[in-house]
Structure formats: C-alpha cells, structure tokens
Nanobody, 125 residues
Framework: VQLQASGGGLVQAGGYLRLSCAAS????????MGWFRQAPGKDREFVAA????????YYADSVKGRFTISRDNAKNTVYLQMNSLKPEDTAVYYC???????????????????WGQGTQVTVSS
C-alpha cells in the first residue's frame, strides 16, 4: 500500500477543510488507518485513527468533537474532516497505515509502517 495525502491549504479560524488519503491498495488490508500532524518545532502527534475491523474511531482530545475520520472503501480513501479549525491546528498532516499494529498502540507512530507525504494545513487567526 502506498498513500497520497491531499486537501491541505490556508483557512481562517473557524473554517473547515477535508483531507484525503488515497491508498494504492485496499485499505481493508490494513489494521488501522491514521492521521498524525507535526507543527513547526514540535514532535509529530496523533490526531485520529480508524480501526478497520469493527470500524472503531479514535481521536486526540485536542480534536475530539471537531475532526472526523471516515473512509470510502470503494475509493480506497480515508478522509479527515476538520471543522472549527483553530490556529493551533496549523501543522503538516500525515496519513499512515498499519499492517501489523496492535490496538493498544493505535495512537502511536510505531504502530504504523506506511506513511504518506504530508499536506500543509495553515489556520490564520
């Protein structure tokens, strides 16, 4: 599986964006699909994840209630709908897939073995 992230851009605070992560293979072959982000000068952090089996979703506390992860199996694409954006959401966003991860590590980078290139999200105040 290869991943291609897109959909980033510049938006005002309170606005919205939808990121897409297109997979070259079937996303159903992965255990998890996730989104991470990295702001300038900071470590990459977990944003959201979708567990393929059971279709459970997981979110960082900082985005819960504002962001929604979803997928379209027919298009092999995972989405991150981002609403009520804040300046602190500014970061490069990465999508990732986990082929062997365990559930307890779903919020950690080490669970993911395939990464897409990042897409820049900038939220102006």
């Amino acid at each position: 599986v290869q991943l291609q992230a897109s959909g980033g851009g510049l938006v005002q605070a309170g606005g919205y964006l939808r990121l897409s992560c297109a997979a070259s293979g079937r996303i159903s072959s992965s255990r998890f699909m996730g989104w991470f982000r990295q702001a300038p000068g900071k470590d990459r952090e977990f944003v959201a994840a979708w567990r393929v089996i059971g279709s459970n979703t997981y979110y960082a506390d900082s985005v819960k209630g504002r962001f929604t992860i979803s997928r379209d199996n027919a298009k092999n694409t995972v989405y991150l709908q981002m609403n009520s954006l804040k300046p602190e959401d500014t970061a490069v966003y990465y999508c990732a897939a986990s082929s062997h991860g365990i559930l307890s590590s779903i919020r950690t980078e080490r669970a993911y073995d395939i990464w897409g290139q990042g897409t820049q999200v900038t939220v102006s105040s």
